[in-house]
């Protein structure tokens, strides 16, 4: 039994936490691991974070202890009402449109304020720094994600409306996957995970343990069934390049080739690329030096939980995509 259980402060880092409380077996630490919070970005992205999360874990059971993941959801984005504080939001969230649904009746009754939710009013104050809330009697949820149709992965969900066309919804096959990927690194390398939280009172799987049971994005069963234990196979076998987003600024582009240079340095070909090099080029030659710089510093740092982000300028992609473009016809990088 552990006497001790002590929130991580948001810093899972074996250099912050490793040999704290030596000698002291009865403690334990927590760690709530979300991706609500991250920039908006490909399925690829989301799943290689979430197996990326054991090499983590692993490293900090090894220099501190016993780690448990006290808190995780589904949500890869902010939409969920009220999810940063009463009609409020964080600056900047949510990242992109939400989708809306009908709001849910109020559990504690019809004689609490403002209940029911009038359909006919828009957003109702008081507001904080930001706006969350009902609006003509719809409440913000997950947005869905979207039947991949292009190379650039994300790409379609990113410019898409929040709510899927009928046959383009992929939600199911995203949300399922990322859970499953998600358990994989939690239950093989920690000492426990809670999903947070056990039900909500919109409609919001990714945030609802019960509706995600439900809709069937979280298994029903043994962790050591083949699709939780194989979920991260081709995440863990490097079956994905780290590469430039091509509609990304130029200047933002080099800014990333430069971090990896100032960082670890980059040779190509057996010629070393500096800054002032870099500062010179552009159109594919800088894009396709990108490619290489930010898939050898990914592909170096990634079981230290580095992501491939380079400012928002970099995506995963999985190696030999195939994927049905606008067309119907198939894609392959």
């Given at each position: 039994y552990w006497k001790y259980i002590m929130h991580d402060s948001f810093r899972l880092d074996p250099a912050?936490?490793?040999?704290?409380?030596?000698?002291?077996?009865?403690?334990?630490?927590?760690?709530?691991?979300?991706?609500?919070?991250?920039?908006?970005?490909?399925?690829?992205?989301?799943?290689?974070d979430a197996c990326n999360t054991k090499s983590?874990?692993?490293a900090m059971e090894e220099a501190f202890g016993p780690v448990v993941v006290g808190e995780w959801s589904l949500a890869t984005d902010n939409c969920a009402m009220?999810?940063?504080?009463?009609?409020?939001?964080?600056?900047?969230?949510?990242?992109?449109?939400?989708?809306?649904?009908?709001?849910?009746?109020?559990?504690?009754g019809y004689d609490q304020p403002g209940t029911p939710v009038d359909p006919g009013k828009p957003a109702q104050g008081p507001f904080g720094t930001g706006m969350?809330?009902?609006?003509?009697?719809?409440?913000?949820?997950?947005?869905?994600w979207l039947v991949e149709s292009a190379r650039d992965s994300g790409k379609d969900w990113m410019r898409a409306p929040p709510t899927a066309p009928i046959g383009k919804d992929a939600?199911?096959?995203?949300?399922?996957?990322?859970?499953?990927?998600?358990?994989?690194?939690?239950?093989?390398?920690?000492?426990?995970?809670?999903?947070?939280?056990f039900r909500t009172d919109v409609d919001e799987p990714h945030w609802s343990y019960m509706a995600a049971l439900k809709k069937g994005w979280i298994p029903n069963g043994n962790l050591n069934d083949e699709a939780i234990t194989n979920a991260c196979q081709k995440e863990d076998n490097g079956l994905y390049k780290c590469v430039a987003k091509r509609d990304q600024l130029a200047s933002n582009i080099r800014s990333g080739i430069d971090y990896v240079i100032k960082v670890d340095g980059l040779t190509i070909n057996g010629t070393v690329?500096?800054?002032?090099?870099?500062?010179?080029?552009?159109?594919?030659?800088?894009?396709?030096l990108a490619?290489?710089?930010?898939?050898?510093?990914?592909?170096?740092?990634?079981?230290e939980g580095v992501?491939?982000?380079?400012?928002?300028?970099?995506?995963?992609?999985?190696v030999n995509f195939t994927a049905a473009n606008e067309n119907g016809e198939g894609n392959s990088t």
């Open positions: 912050v936490w490793g040999g704290f409380m030596d000698g002291c077996p009865e403690r334990a630490l927590d760690t709530h691991i979300y991706q609500a919070w991250m920039d908006p970005s490909s399925r690829e992205t989301f799943y290689e983590i874990i692993a009220w999810l940063n504080g009463f009609n409020d939001n964080l600056p900047g969230f949510p990242r992109l449109p939400c989708k809306y649904i009908p709001c849910a009746e109020p559990y504690m969350s809330g009902p609006i003509f009697g719809l409440c913000p949820v997950g947005r869905d939600s199911d096959e995203v949300m399922t996957n990322l859970a499953l990927k998600k358990i994989n690194s939690f239950s093989g390398y920690g000492h426990g995970f809670y999903f947070w939280n690329v500096n800054t002032t090099f870099v500062a010179n080029m552009t159109g594919k030659a800088l894009y396709d490619d290489q710089a930010y898939d050898e510093y990914w592909t170096k740092h990634r079981v992501t491939c982000d380079f400012g928002g300028t970099g995506t995963l992609m999985e």
